[in-house]
């Protein structure tokens, strides 16, 4: 969770260009044709070593990803193949995993967990950002502040107080003891304010000379303008909440219903049957890997304008 | 830097819950900013920061967190033990070397691949980028599962790689000189992603004019990368120091706790692992709640200085 957004990734064609002159083609050019090819070739030899250098990092990046894969697929006989392709597809692996653990029950409710989260997040999020950004008012500066603070305060820190409460109110085990305590998230509300300061005050005027209340203002003027915005956010959330393994570890140590969980128990009992492990795994990565398919700008944009805790 | 204070609060009446009055129009104007905000403050207090009340007040207590028992006052005992306990020193060390190792794979090795690949521009980049960032989005339980697996000493890649080189590896996880280098390239390898596009990103907004003007002023590359870029740079690299001195810990958690518990010994441990030890292992409650408070006060006063040397370093291209 962080709280700094810095500058948007480059446009097409914005200010990223390289940052010396057009490569001078030495020699008198004959034909302009002639030479802007030599000038385009020239270019691109230029970029070769900056090519090599990103496809390596591309494949130390995804060739773990691509071997989880693999494995998964390959038929149970040829778990241990080292063989990087990926041979003939098998099933098995997956069809194991969901007989043995109740895998799609726990898809199920983490995608509820994450979405309750998310949804929530946001609005807390609207809410406050809007206070925070519309008026002046007294206390606003130490109000703000708790934000900011709770920032400094490591969850660790808090985990057995939070562990009580959570006991107390007879949540243990239960889906509702790990999404009470995240209902707020400090980091939304931040970012959130960052993109409302920003927001037209005229906007804001008109819709009050219209007759419009606050409450109706935000919901008919300010929301849905805010909508790419809040999507980004609401994405990065939804990934946060899903990826969460510390509380979930926690709160759920008596069930599986939760994916990471579940699958942590999985990779005990199953030690080293790599490609039923590599299965589970799949599974648990599978919405994370369809919003990043369907959604990459937005959700590359909204982490690295952000960050996150 | 990113402290936003707000602007002095002007005109408007000090707001209070005080007396309904019969002129209920600007009451309520003058009392909605606080209702938006009620609930997020309610939550920050009832989960954050009245816990971490809690975590003070626990931490001068001896309690084994079971209800009917009852909390020992001890004064500051548990700070003198936990002061003086070798798995905290060790902890410290390994959360020290951690914040560096990552330093060097979020913050040092972004910044050179952003320079040398700044100029490739257009679809290949955006395909390079989509690409190396997948990593950060793994499940802390599936990249451990993927790295269990890729250093598995029966048939793991890594392994069998070395062993075709000539160089045969044991069990990475169980050698406690190398239990922590293996956690250090499982979080590595989720973060070096994020940092490389949080460095591009930077680096696409800082305007080629300067680096022009330099040029033409008879500035050579190395000059303009080391007077112009790198200080322009500076607030994103600043953000992504401060990201991973303060989060560095907390990434490591669930990668510690999926695949090496620490161990072998205390060698890959950090300090919020021992927190969860303390706590939730030994059942000590006020010696994990004084390392807490020990910690957070120390993380809060490295943040401070951060945050006054950012503002102090940082060059901001407005």
Known sequence: MAFITIAPPAQPGSADAPLSGPTKVSGPTTTAPAAGRGRMRLGFLRLVPSHVLLIALAV?????????????????SDALSTNPLPGPLSPENFQYVLKTIPIAGMLANTFGMALTLAVSQLLVAILASYGFARWDFVGKKALYLLFVGSWLVPFQVTMIPNYLLVSQMGLLNTITGVVIPQLCSAFAVMMLRQH???????????????????????????????????????????????????????????????????????????????????????????????????LQRYVVDAFVRSGLK | MFIETAGPATGIAPA?????????????????????????????????????????????????????????????????KVLSLPELHQALMNTGLYILAFLGISVALPLVFALLSRKVQGKARTAYQALIFVPFLITPVASSAIWRWLFAPEGGTIPAIAAALGAPMGNVFRDPDSSMIAVIVIVGWQMLGFGVLVVSAGLAGISPDYAAAASIDGANGRQITWRIIIPLLSPSLVFLSLMTILLSAQWTYPIIDLVTQGGPGNSSTNIYYLLYQFGFRNFDAGLSSAAGTLFFLGFGLIALVFVELSERLSFYDN
Do not use: H
């Open chain 1, 60 to 76: 130390v990046s995804i060739f773990p990803i691509y071997w989880m894969f693999v494995t998964a697929f390959r038929p149970s």
């Open chain 1, 196 to 294: 409302l300061e920003a927001f037209p005050k005229d906007l804001l005027d008109a819709s009050q000379m219209d007759g419009r209340s606050s409450w109706r203002t935000l919901w008919e003027v300010v929301v849905p303008n805010l909508r790419p915005a809040l999507a980004a956010l609401g994405i990065m959330l939804f990934i946060s909440a899903w990826n969460e393994y510390l509380w979930p570890s926690l709160i759920m140590q008596k069930s599986d219903a939760l994916i990471q969980v579940g699958i942590r128990g999985f990779l005990g009992a199953e030690g080293n049957n790599w490609g039923a492990i590599m299965a589970a795994s799949s599974l648990a990565c599978l919405p994370i890997f369809l919003i990043y398919i369907f």
């Open chain 2, 16 to 80: 209070g819950p005080a007396g309904l009055s019969a002129n209920r129009r600007p009451k309520r104007r003058a009392l909605s900013p606080y209702l938006y905000i009620l609930p997020a403050v309610v939550l920050l207090l009832v989960w954050t920061y009245w816990p971490l009340g809690q975590t003070v007040n626990l931490s001068f207590n001896d309690w084994n967190l079971i209800p009917t028992k009852p909390k020992q006052y001890v004064d500051v005992q548990k700070y003198a």
